[in-house]
Each structure stands twice: as structure tokens, then as C-alpha cells.
Nanobody, 128 residues
Framework: QLQLVESGGGLVQPGGSLRLSCAAS????????IGWFRQAPGKEREGVLC????????SYAESVKGRFTISRDNAKNTVYLQMNNLKPEATAVYYC?????????????????????WGQGTQVTVSS
């Protein structure tokens, strides 16, 4: 059974950092693109970052450029989202998702509809 499990969420003060993990089980991530998404209460799910299966290309939402980074460790079957200089508007449930493709990243991988497997989400709250 294909499964993604997010971890690492929590409460952090504005300006702080968090690293989220997305661990895959039941399949290997080698030939899969990964996207991180977030959904705040009352808002639609939005793409934050994504990374190609090779790890050589990434795409970012403008709102997180320079502060968030995505990386993958295929040996550990895990993808990471490093979030620095967090702002209160980053408060949301964060999800990782995957789709089997070797395409390079681009605007396509920030669209939720491109993915077929999702994790359960992890809450991130940025507040003083």
C-alpha cells in the first residue's frame, strides 16, 4: 500500500524555523516527483514547493522563495521541507504528495490535481 507520512509540524514563533519530513512506504520515491502543499482554514490548498524525481529541478511559490527549501534523500525514501523565517501567514496544515513521473519541475507540480497520493498532513502554527 502506497503511503506518505508527514512529520515535524508544531508551534513556532515568527522568524523561527521548522523542518518537515515526508516519508514514503510501500514504494520507492526514485521515479516520483514530490510536492509540498498547505491549506489554511477557509482557504484552498496551495502548492508551496515541488521537486523532480531526479532532485535536479525544483519549483517554488513566490511567497516562500528565499525562505523555504525542498530536498530529497532517496536512500531514506524521504523528502524534506526546510522552512526558515516563518511568518504567521504560514500557519496551515502541510501536506506532501507524489506522482510517478520523470518530468522536470515546473508550474505543473505546484498544482494539487497533478498528484495521486497524499499524506495525512501535519499542522504548522506560527504564533507568538
Amino acid at each position: 500500500q502506497l503511503q506518505l507520512v508527514e512529520s515535524g509540524g508544531g508551534l513556532v514563533q515568527p522568524g523561527g524555523s521548522l523542518r518537515l519530513s515526508c516519508a514514503a512506504s510501500g514504494f520507492t520515491l526514485d521515479y516520483h516527483a514530490i510536492g509540498w502543499f498547505r491549506q489554511a482554514p477557509g482557504k484552498e490548498r496551495e502548492g508551496v514547493l515541488c521537486i523532480s524525481s531526479s532532485g535536479t529541478t525544483t519549483s517554488y511559490a513566490e511567497s516562500v522563495k528565499g525562505r523555504f527549501t525542498i530536498s530529497r534523500d532517496n536512500a531514506k525514501n524521504t523528502v524534506y521541507l526546510q522552512m526558515n523565517n516563518l511568518k504567521p501567514e504560514a500557519t496551515a496544515v502541510y501536506y506532501c504528495a507524489t506522482v510517478s513521473t520523470r518530468r522536470n519541475s515546473g508550474t505543473w507540480c505546484l498544482r494539487p490535481g497533478e498528484y495521486d497520493t497524499w499524506g495525512q498532513g501535519t499542522q504548522v502554527t506560527v504564533s507568538s
